[in-house]
């Protein structure tokens, strides 16, 4: 059993900056952040290979969303540059013990999200 606890989401003005962390009890293969936003399916937004520290992303966040991790915390980052109202979601951690890191269906612990808020 693997338990994530998400905290750094807010409100914030289009083309701000917000940091999301998710600190997990445990490590596993891979570590993502996915976001869903009222009326919408959830969306994969970034995830990182923890042992290679690989990443992807999701095409509407690439070149502005960075994943990270510091493995000594357990903990993985996603900072969001150049947020767009677009973005407005709840965020939540996950985690997924598949190799591919690609196959979002994959991820079977979450934590309970963070809102995130864009306004124009």
């Known amino acids: 059993q693997v338990q994530l606890a998400e905290s750094g989401g807010g409100s914030v003005q289009t083309g701000g900056s917000l940091r999301l962390s998710c600190v997990a009890s445990?490590?596993?293969?891979?570590m993502g952040w996915f976001r869903q936003a009222p009326g919408k399916e959830r969306e994969g937004v970034a995830a990182?290979?923890?042992?290679?520290?690989?990443?992807i992303y999701g095409d509407s966040v690439k070149g502005r969303f960075t994943i990270s991790q510091d493995n000594a915390k357990n903990t993985v980052y996603l900072q969001m540059n150049g947020l767009k109202p677009e973005d407005t979601a709840m965020y939540y951690c996950?985690?997924?013990?598949?190799?591919?890191?690609?196959?979002?269906?994959?991820?079977?612990?979450w934590g309970q999200g963070t809102q995130v808020t864009v306004s124009s």
């Open positions: 996950a985690a997924s013990g598949f190799w591919d890191c690609r196959k979002w269906s994959m991820y079977n612990y």
């Open positions: 990182i290979f923890t042992g290679s520290s690989g990443t």
């Open positions: 445990a490590r596993r293969a891979c």
